[in-house]
C-alpha cells in the first residue's frame, strides 16, 4: 500500500513550456485534490475531483488544468508555464468529505520555472 | 469566505517542555471542522489532531491537545513533553461541513524543539 504518490518529485522548466503532473491513490478513494504551497503560505487548493471523470476549481485554478480519466490518477496541467508557478504541489485524496474521512498527502513536487 | 490566521511566524521550545501554538479562524458557518498538520523537513503533511465544531470537549490524540473555543474562534495546538521529532511546520485548516473537502490553510508556525 503505496498511499498517494505524485511524479516527478523534481523539475525545472523554462517559461512557456508545458508539463504534466502525475497524482495516484492505491486507497480507492472517490476525492482527489491538487494544492500548491508558496513561501511562508499555507496550501492553497487548485482543483479538486469528486469522482472519476469529475473536476472542478478551488482557490486559485488560473493557468492549470487537470483531468481525473481513472480514479486512482489525478493529473495536474501547465499548457504555458509562468514564473508565477513558482512552487511545491502537493496531491491529497479521501474517501470522503466528512470529519472522519482524513485527507492523505503525497510527497509534494517541487517546480522551478525560470 | 473563511479565512485561517497563525500570528506566531516562529516558535521554539526546549525538549521535554510544553508549548502552545495560536490559530485563530473567521468564519460565518456553524458546521466545521478544524485540522492541525505537521509537516517536517521531508515535506509530507501529517494529520496531527482534528475537532469538530459542533463538539465542546477538546481532541486530544497522545501528547496533543487543542483548545477550541468556539466563540472566540480559536483553536490553539498544545503539544506536552515535547520531543526532537516535532520539529516541523505546523498548519492549521479549516473545513466547512458539507462541502467537497476543501482546506483552507493558515501561514503556519515553524516549531523548533532544542535539546
Known amino acids: 500500500n503505496a498511499g498517494v504518490t505524485q511524479t516527478p518529485k523534481f523539475r525545472v522548466l523554462k517559461t512557456g513550456q508545458s508539463m504534466t503532473l502525475l497524482c495516484a491513490q492505491d486507497m480507492n478513494h472517490e476525492y482527489m485534490y491538487w494544492y500548491r504551497q508558496d513561501p511562508g503560505m499555507g496550501l492553497r487548493l487548485i482543483h479538486y475531483?469528486?469522482?472519476?471523470?469529475?473536476?472542478a476549481k478551488g482557490e486559485v485554478p488560473d493557468g492549470y488544468n487537470v483531468s481525473r480519466l481513472k480514479k486512482q490518477n489525478f493529473l495536474l496541467g501547465l499548457e504555458s508555464a509562468a514564473p508565477s508557478q513558482t512552487s511545491v504541489y502537493f496531491c491529497?485524496?479521501?474517501?470522503?468529505?466528512?470529519?472522519?474521512?482524513?485527507?492523505?498527502f503525497g510527497p509534494g513536487t517541487r517546480l522551478t520555472v525560470l | 469566505a473563511q479565512t485561517v490566521t497563525q500570528s506566531q511566524p516562529e516558535m521554539s521550545v526546549q525538549e521535554a517542555e510544553t508549548v502552545t501554538l495560536s490559530c485563530t479562524y473567521d468564519t460565518s458557518e456553524n458546521n466545521y471542522y478544524l485540522f492541525w498538520y505537521k509537516q517536517p523537513p521531508s515535506r509530507q503533511m501529517i494529520l496531527v489532531i482534528r475537532q469538530e465544531a459542533y463538539k465542546q470537549q477538546n481532541a486530544t490524540e497522545n501528547r496533543f491537545s487543542v483548545n477550541f473555543q468556539k466563540a472566540a474562534k480559536s483553536f490553539s495546538l498544545k503539544i506536552s513533553d515535547s520531543q526532537l521529532g516535532d520539529t516541523a511546520m505546523y498548519f492549521c485548516?479549516?473545513?466547512?461541513?458539507?462541502?467537497?473537502?476543501?482546506?483552507?490553510f493558515g501561514k503556519g508556525t515553524k516549531l523548533s524543539v532544542k535539546p
Open positions: 491529497a485524496s479521501s474517501y470522503g468529505t466528512t470529519f472522519d474521512n482524513e485527507q492523505f
Open positions: 485548516a479549516f473545513m466547512k461541513g458539507g462541502s467537497q473537502g476543501n482546506l483552507i
Open positions: 475531483s469528486v469522482g472519476e471523470g469529475t473536476t
